[in-house]
């Protein structure tokens, strides 16, 4: 079996390929023709998986991409995924994330229109939400240019699949942190900020608002849960969650407990963090995904958050050290 991965450097992107490998699969990584590009999260893979150049934002090296490697499965986990840059940059946003899912179904559809199709749908889409907890049905409510070209991605998925007839789905998956999350987001940014105030490189760790919650889960269940839906015998749609959710303040609390340390000694609140348009309350209801997938959650909310941690602390101490 082949699997092609976009967004292969990233977070989700890194633990599926290992997942995928472990499986026996010729794994290729889309990347793109940048000088800028992170390969630190595939490092370790670079010698098992193959790197191919493309981009989302160009319909013909995708059609490209597809023909030389004819892939059995397409994960399309590439998109500008940065929720408060979208605000910022909300033209490019959607050119990557919506507009950018279009281009590579459009691609499959021309090439190899019997490769099965994952689209890396987001608990964003809810936004504020109409019902809590959110499943397939809940209705979209999204609240930033992010989440917006999300849902057009989600449908379009739905458009070509009804249209076409392609094995195409999406995982609508609620926030899945890891060691490996970039440090721009708040979880990466209170375990990195944890671990520099443990190692004395810091003082302090400035964030907005601490009463949000989000359904945090851990990104390698996650990635299994990606795989799964492709295995089906119908292609459906899947929400992927713990079902439980916790505030940015129970995860200050849980990391600087870990350290020995009391969060409210070093936490700042900067309103220069707090989001245009906030979404409070994001929890999912995955009973669909454990019924049918038999997916379930591994690692719970405070294991992921001692790892992070440690993790950053490791990090630092070895940076110290050279």
Known sequence: MKALIT??????????????????????????????????????LTD????????????LSLIKLLEQTQPDEIYN????????????????????????VTRLLEAVRLVCPKARFYQASS???????????????????PRSPYAVSKVYGHYITVNYRES??????????????????GKEFVTRKIT???????????????????????????????????WMMLQQDEPQDFVISTGVAHSVQRFLEVA???????????????????????VDHLIGDSSKARDKLDWKVEVDFERLVRMMVDADIARWEARKKA
Do not use: C
């Not at 989700?12 to 026996?24: N, R, T």
């Not at 986990?77 to 950018?100: C, D, H, K, R, Y």
């Not at 190692?199 to 919650?213: A, P, Y």
């Open 256 to 278: 600087f407990s870990h350290v020995g340390l009391n969060w409210q000694d070093y936490v700042v609140q900067d309103p220069r963090f707090m989001r245009p348009a906030e």
């Open 7 to 44: 967004g292969v450097t990233g977070q989700d992107g890194s633990y599926l390929a290992e997942f995928l490998l472990e499986k026996g699969y010729e794994v290729f990584g889309m990347v793109r023709r940048a000088s800028t590009e992170n390969f630190e999260r595939i490092d370790h």
């Open 48 to 59: 098992k998986i193959e790197l191919v150049q493309a981009d989302l934002l160009d319909q």
């Open 123 to 141: 608990s964003e889409m809810y936004g504020k939400v109409l019902e809590v907890p959110q499943t397939e049905k809940t209705p979209f409510y």
């Open 164 to 181: 076409y007839d392609l094995f195409a789905v999406s995982g609508i998956l609620f926030n899945h942190e890891s060691p490996r999350r």
């Open 192 to 226: 990195d900020g944890v671990a520099q105030i443990k190692t004395g490189v810091s003082k302090e760790l400035r964030l907005g608002n601490i009463e949000s919650e989000r359904d945090w889960g851990f990104a390698g269940d996650y990635v299994k849960a990606m």
């Open 77 to 100: 986990l590439a998109a500008m995924s940065f929720v408060p840059t979208s605000w910022s940059q909300p033209v490019l946003t959607g050119e990557f994330t919506a507009i950018g």
